[in-house]
C-alpha cells in the first residue's frame, strides 16, 4: 500500500493523481492501480506520465474504477503494482511523439527522458485533443527542455504532421488514430511504433485477457506491449 500524495482535477474528464514512491518507471510502462477491495473485481492498467518524488499519472475518468480512484484524498492509501509492459527507446536523435486524449500521458516522460539521454535530440510533441480539455497544459513546461509542442483541437491530428519528415513516430491514443498514423507512416516509409490501450486483468500475461493480434501471432499487450511496431498491428 502507498499513499496519495495529491489528486487534483484538470477538468470534467481527467485528472492528475500523484503517489508515493518513485519504482523506477521506463517511458511507456504502466502500472495496475487499486483503491478498493472486492469490487470492481479488476485493477485499472495506468499509463505512467511522469516520475519525481513519486509517481505521476494523468487519468481519464471512463466508470466506476476511475471514478473511485478520482475520489481518493491526500494521505489516502491503494495499491499499485508494476512497473509493467515494455517501453520506448529514449536513444534517439529525432522523433516525433502523438498523442491523443488520455494517450497523451505516456508522451511527457518519454519526452524528458529522451532529453536526458540526449539534450540536442530533436523531439517534437503532437496532441490531438477535444476542444474543451486542458490536457495541453500539462505539457507546457517540457518546452524548457527543447521539445516543440503543437496541439491539435478536434479532427485529425494526422492533418498536422509531415509524415515526409517524421522518420520515427511514437503514437498512442484512439485505436483509428493509430491506424491511421501507421498507414500514412508507411505510405512515406517512416517508422511507427504504437501503444496499445486495452483492458488488461493481471498485467504480468497470466490470464491472457489482452490478447492482440499481430501479424506474427497472438501477442500480450501487457507483457509483450503495450508497444509494438504500427506495422506488425495494422497491415
Known amino acids: 500500500m502507498i499513499r496519495v500524495i495529491k489528486n487534483v482535477d484538470i477538468d470534467d474528464r481527467y485528472f492528475f493523481l500523484k503517489t508515493e514512491g518513485a519504482l523506477g518507471a521506463k517511458a511507456g510502462q504502466f502500472y495496475m492501480l487499486r483503491a478498493w477491495e472486492n469490487y470492481p473485481t479488476l485493477s485499472r492498467p495506468i499509463s505512467i506520465y511522469n516520475v519525481s518524488d513519486g509517481l505521476e499519472f494523468l487519468i481519464e475518468e471512463r466508470g466506476e474504477g476511475t471514478n473511485l480512484l478520482r475520489r481518493l484524498k491526500e494521505g489516502d492509501e491503494l495499491k499499485v503494482y508494476g512497473p509493467y509492459g515494455n517501453s520506448f ?8 511523439l502523438v498523442g491523443g486524449g488520455v494517450g497523451t500521458a505516456p508522451m511527457y516522460l518519454t519526452a524528458k527522458r529522451i532529453k ?10 503532437y496532441l490531438g485533443l477535444d476542444e474543451t480539455t486542458r490536457l495541453d497544459e500539462m505539457f507546457y513546461d517540457l518546452k524548457d527542455l527543447g521539445v516543440e509542442i503543437f496541439v491539435k483541437r478536434g479532427g485529425f491530428i494526422t492533418d498536422i504532421i509531415d509524415f515526409k519528415e517524421e522518420k520515427l513516430i511514437y503514437a498512442c491514443g484512439p485505436e483509428a488514430m493509430l491506424e491511421n498514423i501507421t498507414k500514412l507512416s508507411l505510405k512515406e516509409g517512416s517508422i511507427c511504433y504504437v501503444s496499445l490501450d486495452t483492458k488488461m486483468a493481471c498485467g504480468v500475461g497470466a490470464c491472457l485477457g489482452c490478447t492482440c493480434k499481430t501479424k506474427n501471432g497472438n501477442k500480450r499487450t501487457c507483457k509483450e506491449g503495450p508497444i509494438f511496431l504500427g506495422s506488425d498491428i495494422y497491415e
Not at 527507446?89 to 516525433?96: F, G, L, P, S, T
Open 89 to 96: 527507446d529514449i536513444d534517439v536523435k529525432k522523433v516525433a
Open 116 to 125: 536526458e539521454k540526449n539534450k540536442n535530440a530533436e523531439v517534437k510533441l
